[in-house]
């Protein structure tokens, strides 16, 4: 994308990998998204950043919206693409027992598995044919990693736990905002980008047809485009 290329020669990208994730060394512990939050204000200030534009994407953006609400003085824009957080807690979640079995059986049957992964991540795409060849492979060398199975599920768990604090976060957010969602996302329903949108007093929504939970991959062109349009106005 040629906008895009004309804006990374004026901005400085950093791509972030969570603790547990991608690249990034497990903390061994269990993170709150608050606890994320203050990781990524860590990296802020070790690289000396006082203000900045945030993009998240799904529980990315449940970090940036916190961030945000944490510390507003830091966010110039802050761009949220399927943007998790407002789901109801399910019963496998809020019940320590049936949490205990089935994040076990996810760690040890699923997580393990290539091609039980290929499968989820499947539903992350409405056209299959536009995942990249090597992100089935590349998703479960990285869940293979120490720790990295646990940071999952960390990060899984989070995502039903916003509830109403979530809610109130969203309601402080003053920083200019633009949602980005694919209308065919069955991983976190279009709903939610409505009702974010409802939240932020001063956001922009919108949809991406012919497109599900993986915004940026899926199109990649529009994608950018909306960022860089986002960012100059």
């Known amino acids: 994308n040629p906008r895009w290329n004309r804006a990374q020669q004026t901005l400085r990208v950093l791509v972030l990998d969570l603790t547990g994730f991608g690249d990034s060394e497990s903390a061994g512990k269990f993170y709150s998204t608050n ?3 203050e990781f990524v204000a860590q990296v802020l200030r070790h690289f000396s950043i006082d203000k900045s534009y945030i993009v998240g994407i799904s529980y990315g953006g449940q970090i940036a919206a916190t961030f945000t609400s944490n510390h507003p003085e830091r966010l110039e824009r802050l761009m949220l ?3 998790t957080g407002l789901a109801k807690t399910p019963f496998i ?3 320590k027992i049936a949490w205990k079995i089935f994040s076990f059986l996810v760690k040890h049957f699923v997580l393990t598995n290539q091609t039980l992964l290929c499968k989820m991540v499947s539903r992350s795409f409405y056209d299959v044919a536009s995942r990249p060849k090597d992100l089935c492979r590349k998703f479960f060398e990285q869940l293979s990693k120490p720790g990295h199975r646990d940071a999952w599920l960390n990060c899984f768990c989070n995502v ?4 109403e604090e979530f809610k ?3 309601k402080e ?6 949602i980005l969602w694919g209308e065919n996302d069955v991983t976190v329903l279009p709903k939610y980008g409505r009702e974010i949108q409802q939240f932020i007093p001063n956001s922009t929504l919108h949809f991406f047809s012919e497109c599900a939970h993986s915004v940026p991959l899926e199109k990649p ?3 950018s485009s909306a960022i860089v349009s986002f960012l100059e106005n």
């Open 35 to 37: 606890d994320h939050v």
């Open 81 to 83: 693409v399927c943007c």
């Open 93 to 95: 979640i809020s019940n």
């Open 160 to 163: 039903f736990t916003g509830g």
């Open 168 to 170: 109130q976060r969203l």
């Open 173 to 178: 957010i003053q920083t200019p905002t633009l």
């Open 221 to 223: 062109r529009e994608f």
